[in-house]
């Protein structure tokens, strides 16, 4: 337990300040770092489809993956949408004319299309999230909005969890998880945002006002628990307990992003919506 912990620390002291100085140069190193992290989880992604035997193009898939952040950073968020439709139509001809009807080719499309736009597609509006305010550092603090809430949330959860757990809130996904604990969870979230985003970003705060601060609280708060939920079902459906062995003492990437793929576009589209 003791060595577990001491992993799980070491990754943090390492991983947490390399994440702030990359969000903080903004940019292309930015982009470039989230594409790094895309094309990671397509691959953990693939790894866990592999156990079940099921057919998958792991390497375009992957690549293809890794452009979405720096296509959202050149052209703009709706850059999403158009490359988006360019690897479905990729992947589509390319599993027609490389993969025989008997062996799937339109299900192993499908997986990697879908793999391509949760990993990729999903975290490219951090991206937008980052170049929402022109400030460097109130573009970087605003990224981190949905960071701070969404560990909150999931630390909220957890203790709460463990303190009051009684009725299980999704048994056949993750035995672990209980509707008290869930319920502590979204309790966290708007006083997560509205705490934040007092301290970090005074200006966002008064313009937004308290009622909308406890919306987009309850909001992430949702996106969190749904996002954790989603990863533990794939890796059920995959029969795995994490994604990878990549980070010592905490699994896979996509054990530590599960939430933030979701949280992070939540964030942006309520930032633009009221913009």
């Known amino acids: 337990m003791a060595s577990e912990l001491s992993k799980r620390l070491t990754v943090a002291a390492v991983g947490i300040p390399v ?7 903004g940019g292309v190193v930015f982009a470039a770092g989230l594409g790094i992290l895309a094309y990671l989880a397509v691959g953990e992604i693939g790894a866990m489809l592999g156990e079940r035997g099921r057919r998958y193009v792991n390497r375009a898939g992957a690549l293809l993956a890794g452009l979405f952040p ?32 008997a062996e ?11 793999a391509v736009l949760y990993a990729g597609g999903l975290l490219s509006f951090g991206v937008s999230l980052r170049e929402f305010l022109p400030d460097r550092l109130e573009g970087t603090l605003l990224f981190f909005l949905p960071v701070v809430v969404t560990w909150a949330v999931d630390t909220a959860a957890y203790t709460g969890g463990r ?11 993750s035995p672990n998880k209980t509707v008290e604990g869930g319920l502590s969870g979204l309790l966290a979230g708007p006083v997560a945002a509205v705490i934040y985003t007092w301290i970090a970003l005074p200006d966002i705060a008064a313009s937004l006002g308290l009622g909308r601060l406890l919306v987009l609280g309850i909001v992430l708060g949702v996106a969190a628990i749904l996002g954790d939920l989603a990863e533990s079902s794939l890796k059920r459906e995959c029969q795995v307990k994490d994604s990878s062995a990549l980070l010592p003492g905490h699994g896979g990437l996509l054990d530590r992003m599960d939430s933030l793929l979701w949280t992070i576009p939540v964030a942006y589209f309520f930032f633009a919506a009221i913009a």
């Open 104 to 114: 799937m080719p339109f299900q192993t499309a499908a997986l990697t299309f879908t």
């Open 70 to 101: 720096l296509a959202a950073l050149l052209l703009g968020p709706q850059a999403i949408g158009w490359l988006a439709v360019g690897c479905l139509l990729g992947l589509l001809g390319f599993a027609t004319l490389h993969i025989p009807p």
């Open 19 to 25: 994440c702030i100085a990359i969000a903080y140069a």
């Open 163 to 173: 303190a009051m757990g009684r009725r299980k809130m999704a048994p056949a996904i």
